[in-house]
């Protein structure tokens, strides 16, 4: 399934619409200010909270923490950067783990799953002309508020270093 976000999500205290396929807005991203740390919620239309995402402020590597129920389900975190590559990994808490490699020059990051899982979703920002736009496309079977919330965290870690 694919989802259009077109709003910077680095931003603390910004709220934007995630859209489906068909142009519906299906998930709401609240940024929220005043906060000691960068947090963001995933809700529904309906505002029923599925994702709580947050940015851990002691660690070595940066990394976003993702809550569900108020217990932690994943952590993003950079595994390494070179100047024109991103690699980060998603460490799920139930065990296994995704990996995340982009190419900063096409705007392209890819989630694979586990060993022999194969893709879980890609993630596209180099078909959109508006700087802050991108495409989130899920492959069927696979949470979708968990990975539209790795999305969030992937552009918010890479973004944060590009804009250094």
């Known amino acids: 399934m694919k989802f259009l976000i077109r709003d910077r999500v680095f931003g603390i205290g910004e709220d934007f619409w995630v859209e489906d396929e068909h142009g ?58 070179t100047l024109l590559r991103d690699h980060l990994k998603v460490d799920h808490e139930g065990g296994g783990e995704w990996t995340v490699r982009g190419d900063l020059l096409d705007k392209e990051y890819g989630i694979e799953g586990d060993e022999g899982q194969g893709p879980v979703a890609l993630i596209s920002k180099k078909w959109f002309r508006v700087r802050d736009t991108y495409a989130v496309d899920i492959v069927d079977g696979y949470d979708i508020p968990l990975v539209l919330a790795v999305a969030v965290c992937v552009d918010a870690l890479t973004e944060e270093k590009h804009d250094d």
């Open 24 to 81: 519906e807005k299906a998930f709401l991203v609240d940024g929220k200010a005043l906060r000691i740390r960068q947090t963001f919620e995933l809700k529904t239309r309906e505002g029923e909270v599925v994702a709580v995402i947050r940015k851990k402020l002691m660690s070595v590597h940066d990394a976003m923490v993702i809550e569900r129920g108020g217990d932690k389900i994943a952590t993003v975190h950079k595994k390494h950067f």
